[in-house]
């Protein structure tokens, strides 16, 4: 699947998250932020584009209502951060902790999640659309009452999520990992597994299989 990438120009100024709030607007764009510190913070309806965040703790800060366009995160950690109500374009995470995020009633669009931390983050009542989980770990991530559009899970921990009241008609989590799954059987329906799969979804629905 292809996924559209950030456009951002080339020859950004540096900037300090913190800078932040001596805008107009809690708006940040065109530039690069490297090694800044904004943890335990509260600032709403944020927006950030054409931009490279890197080397960041946002650790607990609530940031619900974030419009996000056009972002490279490497190596920023978000563990417990609220993102909820987001709205995330075009972004990429990689090499990032998002331990326990908040995630929930979001849109996003043209997203890749790489080689990151996501255990206990929750998705719930949110729509991703062309967005990849690439080598990401996934453990007891909750994707509640989802829409998924053209979503990957490629060499993803998924063990314990939780996807409940979300189709997985298209989504192939063949190469995956899991021990167990929370699903509904009729939303199994078109989800691509491998044959180990399989035989695991028809032990979680109680099947009793003798060769």
Not at 92 to 98: P, R, S
Not at 170 to 175: C, R, V
Request: proline content about 2%.
């Amino acid at each position: 699947m292809k996924i559209d990438s950030p456009k951002i120009p080339n020859d950004l100024p540096s900037m300090n998250f913190q800078d932040i709030f001596y805008q107009e607007e809690p708006e940040l764009e065109m530039c690069i932020i490297n090694d800044s510190l904004f943890a335990n913070e509260l600032l709403h309806r944020v927006r950030l584009s054409r931009m490279f965040i890197k080397n960041c703790r946002f650790n607990n800060t609530n940031f619900s209502n974030i419009d996000i366009t056009d972002v490279i995160f490497e190596n920023c950690d978000f563990s417990n951060a609220n993102l909820s109500s987001s709205s995330i374009h075009r972004a990429v995470f990689k090499d990032c902790k998002l331990l326990g995020i908040d995630f929930t009633e979001s849109r996003f669009g043209n997203v890749e999640f790489d080689n990151s931390l996501l255990n206990l983050s929750a998705f719930g009542n949110s729509k991703l659309e062309k967005v990849k989980f690439q080598d990401t770990s996934l453990v007891s991530s909750d994707f509640y009452d989802c829409i998924f559009k053209n979503v990957e899970f490629r060499l993803c921990n998924i063990n314990g999520a939780n996807f409940e009241e979300t189709s997985l008609k298209g989504i192939d989590i063949s190469n995956s990992s899991f021990e167990s799954l929370t699903v509904s059987p009729e939303n199994l329906k078109g989800c691509k597994v491998n044959s180990y799969q399989a035989i695991q979804f028809a032990s979680l629905l109680g099947l009793v299989i003798i060769d």
